[in-house]
Protein backbone atom coordinates (compact mmCIF):
# COMPACT_ATOMS: atom_id res chain seq x y z
CA UNK A 1 0.00 0.00 0.00
CA UNK A 2 1.44 3.67 -0.81
CA UNK A 3 2.48 5.26 2.54
CA UNK A 4 0.35 8.38 2.90
CA UNK A 5 3.00 11.71 4.30
CA UNK A 6 1.52 15.36 5.43
CA UNK A 7 3.99 17.96 5.51
CA UNK A 8 3.48 21.31 7.37
CA UNK A 9 5.02 24.21 5.57
CA UNK A 10 5.79 22.14 2.17
CA UNK A 11 6.59 25.31 0.49
CA UNK A 12 9.81 26.31 2.47
CA UNK A 13 12.92 25.02 2.35
CA UNK A 14 12.84 21.78 3.92
CA UNK A 15 9.59 20.80 2.86
CA UNK A 16 10.80 21.06 -0.82
CA UNK A 17 13.74 18.59 -0.20
CA UNK A 18 11.77 16.18 1.92
CA UNK A 19 8.64 15.87 -0.58
CA UNK A 20 11.36 14.87 -3.65
CA UNK A 21 12.97 12.86 -0.97
CA UNK A 22 9.17 10.96 0.01
CA UNK A 23 7.98 11.22 -3.34
CA UNK A 24 11.46 9.60 -4.77
CA UNK A 25 10.37 6.60 -2.45
CA UNK A 26 7.03 6.25 -3.60
CA UNK A 27 4.97 8.08 -1.20
CA UNK A 28 1.75 10.07 -1.73
CA UNK A 29 2.54 13.52 -0.27
CA UNK A 30 -0.31 16.39 1.05
CA UNK A 31 1.61 19.35 1.63
CA UNK A 32 0.80 22.82 3.89
CA UNK A 33 0.39 25.59 2.63
CA UNK A 34 -1.56 28.80 2.23
CA UNK A 35 -3.50 29.65 -0.88
CA UNK A 36 -1.64 27.03 -3.63
CA UNK A 37 0.59 28.96 -5.57
CA UNK A 38 0.89 28.41 -9.33
CA UNK A 39 4.47 26.80 -8.61
CA UNK A 40 2.81 24.08 -6.68
CA UNK A 41 0.26 23.12 -9.31
CA UNK A 42 3.24 22.94 -12.00
CA UNK A 43 5.04 20.66 -9.45
CA UNK A 44 2.74 18.70 -8.80
CA UNK A 45 2.26 17.64 -12.40
CA UNK A 46 4.97 15.67 -12.55
CA UNK A 47 4.02 13.27 -9.75
CA UNK A 48 0.76 11.86 -11.22
CA UNK A 49 -1.44 12.58 -8.43
CA UNK A 50 0.69 11.42 -5.92
CA UNK A 51 1.78 15.20 -4.55
CA UNK A 52 -1.15 17.36 -3.10
CA UNK A 53 -2.29 20.62 -1.64
CA UNK A 54 -3.86 21.30 1.05
CA UNK A 55 -4.58 24.89 2.30
CA UNK A 56 -4.54 25.34 6.35
CA UNK A 57 -2.82 27.52 8.79
CA UNK A 58 -1.22 26.06 11.79
CA UNK A 59 -2.89 28.86 13.93
CA UNK A 60 -6.52 27.51 12.59
CA UNK A 61 -7.72 24.53 14.55
CA UNK A 62 -10.41 23.40 12.26
CA UNK A 63 -8.39 23.60 9.37
CA UNK A 64 -5.28 21.77 11.20
CA UNK A 65 -8.06 19.06 11.61
CA UNK A 66 -8.88 19.07 8.40
CA UNK A 67 -5.73 18.38 7.10
CA UNK A 68 -5.12 15.24 9.09
CA UNK A 69 -8.44 14.13 8.56
CA UNK A 70 -8.30 14.54 4.75
CA UNK A 71 -5.08 13.17 3.91
CA UNK A 72 -5.39 10.04 6.72
CA UNK A 73 -1.43 9.86 6.61
CA UNK A 74 1.10 7.10 8.23
CA UNK A 75 3.67 10.01 8.79
CA UNK A 76 3.20 13.72 9.65
CA UNK A 77 6.28 16.57 9.79
CA UNK A 78 5.98 19.45 11.10
CA UNK A 79 8.07 22.21 9.15
CA UNK A 80 5.62 25.43 9.62
CA UNK A 81 7.15 28.16 11.84
CA UNK A 82 8.37 31.37 11.40
CA UNK A 83 11.52 30.25 11.12
CA UNK A 84 14.00 33.48 11.53
CA UNK A 85 15.49 34.26 15.26
CA UNK A 86 15.87 37.50 14.33
CA UNK A 87 12.66 38.15 13.02
CA UNK A 88 10.96 36.79 16.26
CA UNK A 89 11.75 39.85 18.53
CA UNK A 90 10.33 41.73 15.86
CA UNK A 91 6.81 39.43 15.85
CA UNK A 92 7.01 37.05 18.90
CA UNK A 93 2.96 37.08 19.51
CA UNK A 94 3.05 35.48 15.72
CA UNK A 95 6.11 33.08 16.60
CA UNK A 96 5.05 31.75 19.23
CA UNK A 97 1.41 31.26 17.59
CA UNK A 98 2.66 28.84 14.97
CA UNK A 99 5.84 27.61 16.52
CA UNK A 100 4.60 26.60 19.92
CA UNK A 101 1.00 26.36 20.13
CA UNK A 102 0.78 25.13 16.12
CA UNK A 103 2.54 22.22 17.93
CA UNK A 104 -0.12 21.48 19.78
CA UNK A 105 -2.91 21.52 17.51
CA UNK A 106 -1.27 19.50 15.31
CA UNK A 107 -0.41 16.78 18.01
CA UNK A 108 -3.87 16.95 19.37
CA UNK A 109 -5.07 16.50 15.13
CA UNK A 110 -2.96 13.86 15.25
CA UNK A 111 -4.19 12.22 18.78
CA UNK A 112 -8.06 12.44 18.00
CA UNK A 113 -8.00 11.88 14.16
CA UNK A 114 -4.68 9.47 13.21
CA UNK A 115 -3.34 8.28 16.30
CA UNK A 116 -1.44 5.51 14.48
CA UNK A 117 0.32 8.51 12.56
CA UNK A 118 4.52 9.03 13.21
CA UNK A 119 5.06 12.55 13.83
CA UNK A 120 8.23 14.46 12.84
CA UNK A 121 8.55 17.73 14.85
CA UNK A 122 11.71 20.30 13.18
CA UNK A 123 13.14 21.27 16.64
CA UNK A 124 16.10 23.46 16.58
CA UNK A 125 19.49 23.91 18.45
CA UNK A 126 18.39 27.46 18.73
CA UNK A 127 16.85 26.31 21.86
CA UNK A 128 20.15 25.38 23.70
CA UNK A 129 21.14 29.13 23.74
CA UNK A 130 24.89 29.64 24.98
CA UNK A 131 25.29 26.28 25.95
CA UNK A 132 27.55 25.73 28.74
CA UNK A 133 28.33 22.17 27.09
CA UNK A 134 30.89 21.96 23.61
CA UNK A 135 28.76 20.13 21.78
CA UNK A 136 25.81 19.84 22.22
CA UNK A 137 24.30 16.53 22.31
CA UNK A 138 20.41 15.61 23.21
CA UNK A 139 21.04 15.77 26.96
CA UNK A 140 22.49 19.46 26.61
CA UNK A 141 19.97 21.97 28.64
CA UNK A 142 17.47 24.14 26.96
CA UNK A 143 18.40 27.47 27.64
CA UNK A 144 16.69 29.58 24.96
CA UNK A 145 18.21 32.71 24.15
CA UNK A 146 14.95 34.80 21.57
CA UNK A 147 11.28 34.39 21.15
CA UNK A 148 11.94 32.01 18.38
CA UNK A 149 13.90 29.57 20.41
CA UNK A 150 11.24 29.89 23.72
CA UNK A 151 8.61 28.69 21.55
CA UNK A 152 10.58 25.79 19.67
CA UNK A 153 11.21 24.62 22.96
CA UNK A 154 7.45 24.51 24.06
CA UNK A 155 7.36 22.29 21.00
CA UNK A 156 10.06 20.49 21.74
CA UNK A 157 8.56 19.69 25.45
CA UNK A 158 5.39 19.18 24.29
CA UNK A 159 6.46 16.35 21.73
CA UNK A 160 7.48 14.97 24.55
CA UNK A 161 4.69 15.29 26.74
CA UNK A 162 2.27 13.62 24.28
CA UNK A 163 4.53 10.93 23.52
CA UNK A 164 4.52 10.46 27.35
CA UNK A 165 1.24 11.13 27.76
CA UNK A 166 -0.78 9.00 24.90
CA UNK A 167 1.80 6.60 23.59
CA UNK A 168 1.79 9.03 20.15
CA UNK A 169 5.14 8.31 18.00
CA UNK A 170 6.32 11.36 17.61
CA UNK A 171 10.01 12.43 17.45
CA UNK A 172 12.20 15.78 17.72
CA UNK A 173 15.00 16.57 15.12
CA UNK A 174 17.04 18.84 17.63
CA UNK A 175 17.78 20.34 13.97
CA UNK A 176 20.92 22.25 13.55
CA UNK A 177 21.12 24.97 11.13
CA UNK A 178 20.69 23.63 7.53
CA UNK A 179 21.12 25.05 3.89
CA UNK A 180 20.68 25.13 0.58
CA UNK A 181 20.16 27.32 -2.63
CA UNK A 182 16.45 27.40 -1.33
CA UNK A 183 17.22 28.76 2.04
CA UNK A 184 15.77 32.35 2.45
CA UNK A 185 17.53 35.27 1.65
CA UNK A 186 17.57 36.90 5.07
CA UNK A 187 19.18 33.82 6.54
CA UNK A 188 23.15 34.81 6.80
CA UNK A 189 24.41 32.59 4.69
CA UNK A 190 21.99 32.65 1.56
CA UNK A 191 22.59 36.30 2.21
CA UNK A 192 26.29 35.67 1.92
CA UNK A 193 25.71 33.88 -1.33
CA UNK A 194 23.48 36.03 -3.02
CA UNK A 195 25.96 38.93 -2.32
CA UNK A 196 28.31 37.03 -3.34
CA UNK A 197 27.03 36.02 -6.75
CA UNK A 198 25.31 39.91 -7.11
CA UNK A 199 29.36 41.45 -6.60
CA UNK A 200 30.79 38.73 -8.95
CA UNK A 201 28.20 40.08 -11.93
CA UNK A 202 28.47 43.79 -10.77
CA UNK A 203 25.09 44.04 -9.57
CA UNK A 204 26.58 44.66 -6.21
CA UNK A 205 29.62 46.29 -4.73
CA UNK A 206 29.33 45.34 -0.90
CA UNK A 207 27.92 43.31 1.73
CA UNK A 208 26.70 44.53 5.52
CA UNK A 209 26.51 42.25 7.44
CA UNK A 210 25.93 42.26 11.33
CA UNK A 211 28.37 39.53 14.08
CA UNK A 212 30.68 37.70 12.19
CA UNK A 213 32.21 35.91 14.96
CA UNK A 214 29.32 33.76 15.55
CA UNK A 215 29.58 30.03 15.30
CA UNK A 216 27.15 27.49 13.20
CA UNK A 217 27.04 23.79 12.55
CA UNK A 218 26.03 23.93 8.88
CA UNK A 219 24.57 21.32 6.77
CA UNK A 220 22.96 20.20 3.77
CA UNK A 221 19.26 20.55 3.84
CA UNK A 222 19.10 17.46 1.68
CA UNK A 223 21.15 15.55 4.42
CA UNK A 224 19.11 16.23 7.12
CA UNK A 225 15.76 15.41 5.58
CA UNK A 226 16.97 11.94 5.05
CA UNK A 227 17.65 11.94 8.98
CA UNK A 228 13.99 12.99 9.67
CA UNK A 229 12.44 10.10 7.58
CA UNK A 230 14.63 7.86 9.53
CA UNK A 231 13.47 9.18 12.69
CA UNK A 232 10.08 8.16 11.54
CA UNK A 233 11.23 4.40 10.29
CA UNK A 234 12.62 3.68 13.87
CA UNK A 235 10.15 1.13 16.12
CA UNK A 236 10.85 3.75 19.24
CA UNK A 237 10.20 7.06 18.87
CA UNK A 238 12.69 9.87 20.02
CA UNK A 239 14.68 12.45 20.40
CA UNK A 240 17.77 13.34 18.00
CA UNK A 241 20.50 15.94 17.27
CA UNK A 242 20.76 16.15 13.72
CA UNK A 243 23.89 18.27 12.90
CA UNK A 244 27.54 18.00 10.89
CA UNK A 245 29.55 17.98 14.03
CA UNK A 246 31.50 20.92 12.67
CA UNK A 247 31.52 24.72 13.43
CA UNK A 248 32.43 27.29 11.98
CA UNK A 249 32.19 31.48 12.04
CA UNK A 250 30.38 33.87 9.65
CA UNK A 251 33.57 34.82 8.84
CA UNK A 252 34.80 31.60 7.62
CA UNK A 253 31.71 31.25 5.88
CA UNK A 254 32.46 34.62 3.63
CA UNK A 255 35.48 33.86 3.17
CA UNK A 256 35.26 30.44 1.38
CA UNK A 257 32.20 32.02 -0.46
CA UNK A 258 33.81 34.93 -1.89
CA UNK A 259 36.71 32.57 -2.29
CA UNK A 260 34.59 30.55 -4.45
CA UNK A 261 33.56 33.35 -6.99
CA UNK A 262 37.85 34.73 -6.50
CA UNK A 263 37.08 37.42 -4.36
CA UNK A 264 38.48 38.46 -0.63
CA UNK A 265 35.61 39.23 1.70
CA UNK A 266 37.78 41.96 3.39
CA UNK A 267 37.59 43.78 0.20
CA UNK A 268 33.33 43.91 -0.09
CA UNK A 269 31.91 43.18 3.82
CA UNK A 270 31.03 46.15 6.17
CA UNK A 271 30.06 45.50 9.46
CA UNK A 272 26.47 47.01 10.41
CA UNK A 273 25.94 47.49 14.14
CA UNK A 274 21.77 47.63 13.03
CA UNK A 275 22.24 44.06 11.97
CA UNK A 276 23.71 42.90 15.09
CA UNK A 277 20.68 41.07 17.57
CA UNK A 278 19.62 42.07 20.98
CA UNK A 279 21.22 38.78 22.22
CA UNK A 280 23.18 36.45 20.00
CA UNK A 281 23.94 32.86 20.38
CA UNK A 282 28.04 32.86 20.23
CA UNK A 283 28.54 29.00 19.49
CA UNK A 284 26.22 25.82 18.00
CA UNK A 285 28.13 22.76 17.76
CA UNK A 286 26.20 19.41 17.53
CA UNK A 287 26.84 16.30 18.31
CA UNK A 288 25.56 13.48 15.99
CA UNK A 289 26.45 10.37 17.77
CA UNK A 290 22.89 9.47 18.03
CA UNK A 291 21.96 9.62 14.78
CA UNK A 292 24.97 7.75 12.97
CA UNK A 293 24.51 5.15 15.50
CA UNK A 294 20.86 4.68 16.01
CA UNK A 295 19.66 5.82 12.68
CA UNK A 296 22.90 5.17 10.38
CA UNK A 297 22.67 8.19 9.32
CA UNK A 298 25.42 10.08 7.39
CA UNK A 299 25.95 13.91 5.96
CA UNK A 300 27.33 13.77 2.49
CA UNK A 301 28.01 17.50 1.61
CA UNK A 302 31.09 19.29 3.60
CA UNK A 303 30.84 23.00 4.17
CA UNK A 304 32.77 23.48 1.49
CA UNK A 305 31.03 21.75 -1.06
CA UNK A 306 27.76 23.15 0.58
CA UNK A 307 29.22 26.76 0.47
CA UNK A 308 30.36 26.34 -3.30
CA UNK A 309 26.60 24.67 -4.09
CA UNK A 310 25.12 27.99 -2.75
CA UNK A 311 27.21 30.34 -4.62
CA UNK A 312 27.03 28.42 -7.84
CA UNK A 313 23.75 28.17 -7.87
CA UNK A 314 23.25 32.30 -6.99
CA UNK A 315 25.74 32.94 -9.85
CA UNK A 316 23.24 30.69 -12.44
CA UNK A 317 19.92 32.31 -11.27
CA UNK A 318 21.33 35.60 -11.41
CA UNK A 319 22.94 35.09 -14.95
CA UNK A 320 20.22 33.46 -16.31
CA UNK A 321 17.25 36.13 -15.04
CA UNK A 322 19.52 38.68 -15.92
CA UNK A 323 18.75 41.29 -12.61
P1 LIG B 1 11.14 27.83 5.88
O1 LIG B 1 10.98 29.20 6.47
O2 LIG B 1 11.76 27.70 4.55
O3 LIG B 1 9.71 27.10 5.85
C1 LIG B 1 8.76 27.27 6.86
C2 LIG B 1 7.39 27.12 6.22
O4 LIG B 1 6.37 27.29 7.23
C3 LIG B 1 7.10 28.15 5.14
O5 LIG B 1 6.74 27.49 3.95
C4 LIG B 1 5.92 28.94 5.69
O6 LIG B 1 5.02 29.33 4.69
C5 LIG B 1 5.26 27.94 6.62
N1 LIG B 1 4.41 28.58 7.61
C6 LIG B 1 4.68 29.70 8.33
N2 LIG B 1 3.64 30.00 9.13
C7 LIG B 1 2.69 29.05 8.91
C8 LIG B 1 1.38 28.82 9.42
N3 LIG B 1 0.83 29.63 10.34
N4 LIG B 1 0.69 27.74 8.98
C9 LIG B 1 1.22 26.91 8.05
N5 LIG B 1 2.46 27.09 7.50
C10 LIG B 1 3.17 28.14 7.94
O7 LIG B 1 11.95 26.98 6.97
P2 LIG B 1 12.91 25.70 6.76
O8 LIG B 1 12.35 24.84 5.71
O9 LIG B 1 14.31 26.16 6.70
O10 LIG B 1 12.76 24.99 8.18
C11 LIG B 1 11.77 24.00 8.40
C12 LIG B 1 11.53 23.88 9.89
O11 LIG B 1 12.75 23.51 10.53
C13 LIG B 1 11.06 25.16 10.56
O12 LIG B 1 10.15 24.79 11.57
C14 LIG B 1 12.32 25.71 11.19
O13 LIG B 1 12.06 26.53 12.31
C15 LIG B 1 13.01 24.42 11.59
N6 LIG B 1 14.45 24.53 11.69
C16 LIG B 1 15.17 24.91 10.59
C17 LIG B 1 16.53 25.03 10.64
C18 LIG B 1 17.33 25.41 9.44
O14 LIG B 1 18.54 25.62 9.60
N7 LIG B 1 16.75 25.50 8.26
C19 LIG B 1 17.26 24.72 11.90
C20 LIG B 1 16.41 24.31 12.98
C21 LIG B 1 15.06 24.21 12.87
P3 LIG B 1 5.06 30.86 4.16
O15 LIG B 1 6.41 31.06 3.58
O16 LIG B 1 3.93 30.88 3.19
O17 LIG B 1 4.82 31.70 5.38
Not at 168 to 175: E, K, P, Q, V
Request: glycine content about 8%; charged content about 20%; overall charge negative.
Amino acid sequence: MVKRALITGIAGQDGTYLSEFLLGKGYEVFGVLGPCPGAFVEWAKQYGGRLHAIEADLTDMTSVLAAVESSAPAEVYNFAAQSSVGESWADAIATTEVNAVGVLRLLEAVRTLAPDARVFQASSADMFGNATEMPQTEATPIRPQSPYAVAKAYGFHIVGNYRDSYGLHASNGIMFNHESPLRGTSFVTRKITDGVARIKLGLATELRLGNLDAQRDWGFAGDYVEAMWLMLQQERPGDYVIASGETHSVREFCAAAFAAADLDYRDYVTIDPALFRPIDVNVLYGDPTKARTVLGWEPKVTFLGLVEMMVEADLARLQSSGE
